[in-house]
């Protein structure tokens, strides 16, 4: 069902919340998370503010017939750059927008919850798009795992991103590779997380040979985003590739991975046959050793020269992203906005193709429809809230009512 908007506005007496939390201590302990004790401490109004700001989102969920969550599940904290938001059970809800003041011995809170996007939504639907079928009576095992190759022990960002796109592109599992004796910080607690070894803050060959069992179970791979490109990364890749030889087909290569193909020729070689390949424009022209400006003044041609080397499904991304087979077919998505123009959106996109691969989806099919869910998500966000500022986490999480609108377009159910 698609999520309708709504408002919430609540106005609570800074002294009444003081009198409380001083008649009765384990009030804010029980009903405010430890970060917003600590924020409020001598500061009654802002404890206050965050009380109108937990009601004024329990009023939200209740207006729109949706199960109101808990004050304790709710909590108060801030955007870079100091703009409020509510997290629900420690994550973020797509579309619901937070403001707070407080003056003159008044607290008051307005939450606004965007509406999520319909069938109605959606536009033109191209007839090549297909998603894996989702059946109600499925389990994990049924939509998959995807293991995520990704991000250095230095930089985990791209890792957690890839990750995040696979859970909300709806695989029923998702493993990440985390150096051993790390916590994986920064990953979901849904994130499944892998010890191996590293060497000198980089993923090497021991490490892929830790890997060796779970690049047979898994239902696909995404390998690159945020590896580096240490000596260490080309012996990674090696093992990846020579481990997956003839598997291609479960084998999403992205970022790291493609500017190790660019750099180690050795590699080339043995990247298997059905892979999907996500370059951007500057890593298509370091695998094509061509200019950017020459990539983007021929893009349609790149794109087939790549697929037709690599004997796979290359998808040079970018406004009016271009989907290249090694056949020849070549498709071009319609989508172009601002608001994928923000790190980590490729990460997403990534983890997103992994999850569909997962689900049973062909390198083509998942390719395509991985291009215009990514896009979508970002058109519908730059239509709700903004083409400026919108995070990669963000677009990760508008992915579930996306797929959902585009099911119901297609299966003919969009009022229901």
């Known amino acids: 069902m698609t999520r309708g908007g709504a408002v919430g506005v609540d106005v609570t007496s800074v002294e009444r919340i003081s009198k409380l939390t001083q008649r009765r201590p384990a009030f804010a302990s029980k009903l405010f998370t430890p970060e917003e004790v600590s924020y409020s401490e001598g500061r009654p109004e802002r404890l206050a503010a965050r009380w109108a700001a937990k009601e004024a989102v329990r009023k939200v969920y209740g207006g729109l017939g949706l199960p109101i ?16 938001v509510a997290l629900i059970g420690g994550a973020e809800v797509p579309g619901l ?95 499944i997380r892998f010890p191996v070894p590293a060497e000198a803050g980089a993923y090497g060959e021991a490490a892929a040979r830790a890997l ?5 179970t898994a239902k696909a ?51 298997p046959a059905g892979c999907v390949m996500t370059p951007h424009p500057l890593e298509a022209a370091r695998l ?35 989907v290249a087979e090694p056949g020849g077919t070549l498709w071009r998505d319609d989508h172009a906005t601002s608001v994928l123009s923000t790190g980590g959106t490729g990460d997403v996109l990534a983890g997103l193709m992994g999850a569909l691969l997962a689900q049973g989806s062909s390198p083509a099919d998942a390719a395509r429809a991985g291009v215009f869910l990514h896009a979508e998500a ?29 099911r119901r377009r297609q299966s003919g159910t969009a009022g229901d």
């Open 69 to 84: 969550p808990p004050y304790p599940a709710i909590s108060v904290t801030h955007r870079p750059g100091g703009a409020p």
């Open 97 to 191: 927008e937070l403001s707070l003041s407080h003056d003159a011995g008044l607290a008051i809170a307005m939450a606004v919850l965007l509406p999520s996007p319909g069938a109605g939504d959606l536009g033109y639907l191209p007839s090549e798009l297909v998603l894996p079928e989702r059946s109600q009576s499925g389990n994990k095992g049924t939509f998959g795992t995807v293991l995520v190759i990704a991000g250095s022990p230095t930089f985990p960002g791209a890792a957690a991103l890839s990750a995040r796109g696979a859970l909300r592109g709806g695989a029923g599992k998702v493993k990440v590779i985390v150096a051993e004796g790390s916590h994986g910080q920064g990953l979901s607690p849904e994130v």
């Open 212 to 216: 060796a069992g779970e690049l047979v």
């Open 221 to 271: 791979v995404v390998c690159g985003p945020g590896l580096g490109d240490s000596l260490a990364t080309h012996g990674l890749m090696a093992e990846i590739l020579r481990a997956m030889a003839g598997k291609g087909g479960r084998l999403v290569l992205d970022a790291d991975a493609l500017n190790a193909l660019a750099r180690w020729e050795d590699l080339r070689g043995i990247v």
């Open 288 to 322: 094509s050793r061509a200019e950017v400006g020459e990539v983007q003044s021929d893009r349609p041609g790149f794109a087939l020269r790549l697929a037709a080397e690599f004997r796979s499904c290359v998808v040079l991304k970018g406004p009016g992203t271009v």
């Open 378 to 406: 970002g058109s519908w966000l730059g239509r709700a809230r903004g083409r400026a500022g919108i995070l990669a986490s963000e677009v990760a999480d508008a992915l579930v009512e996306v797929q959902e609108a585009v």
